[in-house]
């Protein structure tokens, strides 16, 4: 928001010398955001006087261009020139070359003589051209950094200053006076819930706030007439209210007859709509623009003999169209509150008027619109047509409703003195103006809120400072109590909020203004102390562990967006297409972009899209990892109602709304492309697999002190046979939680899959091949842990280690081997690894060979090769029991 330092004296007295940084510096206190200072002077110096053309000789040149060689008086006639320097004249007339051919003999025009300075410092000196010495410039709009306007030069008469005007300036007049370009503005930011700040009137009370000085509301200075009923017909039929509140609930209209709207907009309107960032377009429009930005309220002007019949606003039907003032033609939704006419629709309400009534040079009598319109409507419509306006930034953050009718009659005025009109009989005011809100304030709540005692008369003035109107009365308010520190009870305040103010609508919202205009500098700087507690719970710490021991492992911690298609929710967040198919999903009411519109339920989607980018752009060895909540509804989401603010649910109204929540269990998952490490001289990198994938599923594992088992896995976003289940260990799982089974003795309960993504959906990804991933319910592995992690003894007698080899059919999974021989070794068996598969010579067809290192210890002696032996016998044994296996 831009504020015409010249335009905010006019309803507080800022002091003469106050800058614009010191008019942001004052409205800083009171909660505004400085953004920029905007001063045309500092681009432009002088001299720039305005001078009368006295002679010009068309001169047409070689190039085919005519140029006109000027003579111009640049000093009152008969008074001598003051001004000197190089090239400067002393008689007052300066010979000037002009390419522009948009004036005339005796036309008053602007001139920059030798020694100015125009914006881009372009600095202007005698010069030789076209045969002559052009000392000086007669000056276009965009060379004074006023507009685009580069066809022509100002003429004075067209824009407002001349005899005809009542304002006919002598040669030499200061033009940075004369055009009030030494005038400056201050820019702030204003926050969606401050819509009262978007105007002079709005920004020079929180100035009068800032410093104390008296404030003159421009409302205030407007008188209103009364409403006949006999002015133009307005009806007000909303049939498809929102939320059940009309679209419209305040139409005023007035009407001007007998206006020349050909005329130009005064320089001084023109100027402070430029400092304010609208450009000057004409004169009908240019007041509309000021009343809105003086008075916060948007107007629109209709030329009222282009209207057919009485004005209804109402919502738009099924298939209506409407051409808008930027001339697209727009198909109009359900839920667009449209002003029509006999005709049809003739404008957008609160946000863009129609082209079939758009007032031009030849309008005569206006009609006038100022009404208050809903917020939420208005924002809707604005975003459904991607329509942003000055009218409909306002409206969709909600104005003033009681001053529509000031705002009209302040258009009428100007109207009646710049263009020349003459009111139109009767006025028109229909609809019913919103109730304002009532909120009850013990006079103690602020104080005991803010950690600062405030006296009940600084509560109350700062109450009545803001506009609102304030009863006390003794007693408790509302049978909503005190907080807990408000000490004894003490005076309430009944509060009536000010129609401008929509943001106040609760007894937090007044003591938001309260400690902002008493002071935030008022507030102690008094630090929380940490309340006592044992750190992390057991929950936490282990997370934390996971997450580090990752980074640790070289991994990279990631973050993506939980927003993901429904395609790859199927995809990625069940075992099966069939369980796919099937499975509940959140979808979002009002996803950022509709092709993402759900919650995930796996973190491989957002990670594979970050590796994915990380791919494209020349990154080829990923390791990333993320830890995050994923969202499984069960069962209906959401509740019935929302609880009343301002007091604690009660545990069954809380209970509903905790149902109504998805489970968000926390998983980690893991990504890997490329290669293990970084080429060198004598190392070649290894390429990545579903080892690396399994390995980073095992390494969380040991971190939280669990045991997965890992059995051959099926999963439709992983290749068919390189795949692995991860379950936990039957030991490991909390009572009552069902088990599954393998079919060839393997139990657990599935907690995540690891191995190598389907290479079609890789290469359909642009994704590299062999691109591998693991994916764990952290949450399970997190509660399986013990809570205390005992270190076992260890052993000081040597290992004995012994090899076997054995056969066993193709179809045999090599995982359950080594858990058998695991099981028939007994307690001597210290570890067992897999080291070799074969098949080919010497083994039979349709059979593998398998081989295992046994690794055995005794805590108490140093083993014999019998015993060694013999446990190895028993878990050959029992392999052959269990699945056939020969020795080899």
């Not at 005698?126 to 010495?133: D, L, N, Q």
């Not at 009718?405 to 028109?428: H, Y």
């Amino acid at each position: 928001m831009r504020i015409p330092l010249s335009w905010l004296r006019e309803f507080v007295p800022v002091p003469a010398d106050a800058t614009a940084e010191d008019v942001m510096a004052d409205l800083v206190r009171v909660g505004f955001e400085e953004e920029g200072v905007h001063r045309p002077a500092d681009e432009l110096s002088g001299p720039i006087v305005v001078g009368e053309v006295l002679e010009m000789v068309p001169e047409p040149q070689s190039n085919g261009k005519t140029i006109n060689w000027c003579q111009v008086r640049v000093v009152p006639e008969g008074a001598e020139q003051t001004l000197t320097g190089e090239g400067i004249d002393p008689s007052g007339v300066q010979g000037v070359v002009c390419g522009a051919h948009n004036f005339q003999v005796g036309d008053k025009v602007i001139v920059t003589l030798p020694g100015a300075v125009l914006p881009g410092d372009f600095r202007i000196s005698p010069r030789k051209t076209y045969g002559h010495v052009s000392a000086g410039m007669i000056a276009s709009a965009r060379e004074l950094g006023l507009g685009e306007d580069h066809d022509g030069i100002i003429v004075l008469s067209t824009v407002g200053l001349s005899a005809e005007h009542g304002n006919d300036p002598e040669p030499g007049t200061d033009v940075l006076e004369l055009l009030h370009l030494r005038d400056e503005a201050a820019e702030i930011n204003v926050t969606a819930d401050r819509s009262y700040a978007f105007s002079i009137r709005g920004v020079a009370r929180e100035y009068a706030h800032a410093t104390g000085l008296p404030f003159t509301d421009p409302a205030s200075l407007v008188t209103a007439p009364v409403p006949d009923g006999k002015g133009f017909p307005v009806r007000l039929e909303d049939a498809g209210p929102i939320y059940g509140v009309p679209g419209c609930d305040r139409f005023v209209a007035r009407t001007v007859t007998g206006i020349d709207a050909s005329r130009p907009t005064p320089p001084w309107m023109a100027q402070r709509l430029r400092l304010a960032g609208m450009r000057s377009i004409s004169l009908a429009v240019d007041i509309s623009n000021y009343v809105m930005w003086e008075l916060g309220q948007p107007l629109h002007f209709y030329d009222a003999e282009r209207l057919q019949g009485p004005i209804v606003v109402r919502r738009a039907a099924a298939g209506e169209r409407l051409t808008t003032l930027d001339g697209k033609d727009r198909t109009l939704s359900a839920e667009d509150l449209l002003i029509t006419d006999g005709s049809g629709p003739i404008g957008l309400a609160g946000v863009m008027g129609g082209g079939q009534t758009e007032v031009s040079g030849s309008t005569t009598t206006v009609l006038i619109e100022s009404a208050h319109f809903d917020p939420v409507s208005m924002g809707r419509t604005r975003r459904r047509h991607r329509l942003p306006s000055e009218a409909s930034k306002r409206n969709e953050r909600g104005v003033d409703w009681e001053i529509a009718d000031e705002a009209a009659e302040r258009a009428v005025q100007l109207l009646v003195e710049l263009a020349g009109g003459t009111p139109g009989p009767g006025i028109t005011d229909v609809g019913t103006r919103p109730e304002s809100r009532v909120i009850e304030l013990p006079a103690a709540y602020p104080g005991a809120r803010l950690g600062i005692k405030y006296t009940e008369q600084q509560v109350e003035d700062v109450l009545r400072e803001l506009g609102a109107t304030v009863r006390r009365a003794g007693g408790t308010a509302g049978g909503q109590g005190l907080v807990p520190d408000a000490g004894p009870a003490g005076s309430v305040f009944t509060v009536t909020a000010p129609s401008w103010r929509h943001d106040l609508e609760i007894r937090e919202d007044l003591v938001e203004e309260i400690a902002r205009l008493i002071g935030y500098d008022q507030i102690p700087s008094t630090l929380p102390v940490a309340p006592p507690g044992r750190g992390l719970t057991r929950e936490q710490a282990a997370r934390r562990r996971v997450v580090q021991g990752l980074a640790d492992a070289g991994l990279t911690e990631v973050l993506a967006y939980p927003f993901v298609s429904e395609a790859q929710n199927r995809f990625f967040g069940s075992a099966t297409e069939q369980e796919g198919s099937r499975q509940q999903m959140v979808h979002l009411a009002n996803p950022i972009s509709a092709e993402f519109g759900y919650l995930r339920t796996s973190l491989l989607p957002g990670l594979l899209d970050i590796a994915r980018r990380n791919h494209s752009r020349g990154f080829r060895d990923l390791a990333l990892y993320e830890s995050g909540l994923v969202f499984l509804p069960q069962g209906p989401l959401g509740s019935a109602s929302i609880p009343p603010l301002g007091r604690r649910p009660d545990d069954e109204v809380l209970a509903g709304l905790d149902a109504g929540i998805p489970d968000q269990p926390r998983r980690v998952a893991a990504v890997f492309t490329g290669h293990d490490s970084a080429p060198g001289p004598g190392h070649a990198p290894r390429a990545v697999d579903w080892q690396d994938a399994l390995g980073a599923a095992q390494d969380v594992a040991a971190l939280l002190g669990v045991e997965l088992q890992v059995v051959q896995g099926r999963h439709q976003a992983f290749h068919p046979g390189r795949t692995a289940e991860l379950r936990l260990a039957p030991a490991q799982h909390r009572s009552g939680t069902a088990e599954v089974s393998d079919g060839a003795g393997a139990t657990g309960i599935e907690v995540g899959v690891a191995g190598e993504l389907l290479p079609a959906w890789l290469e359909d990804a642009d994704l590299p091949a062999r691109t591998v991933a693991m994916e764990l319910d952290l949450d399970a592995l997190v509660a399986a842990a013990a809570g205390v992690v005992v270190a076992g003894p260890l052993s000081t007698f040597p290992a004995t280690s012994q090899d076997v080899a054995l056969v066993v059919a193709d179809d045999v999974v090599a995982g359950d081997v080594l858990a058998t021989l695991r099981e028939g070794a007994g307690e001597l068996l210290e570890d067992a690894a897999l080291f070799d598969v074969y098949s080919g010579p010497g083994v039979e067809e349709g059979h593998q060979s398998l081989a295992f290192s046994l690794r055995f210890r005794a805590p108490d002696r140093t083993l014999t090769a019998d015993e060694a032996s013999a446990a190895r016998a028993a878990a050959t044994e029992l392999a052959a029991r269990r699945h056939g296996a020969v020795q080899r």
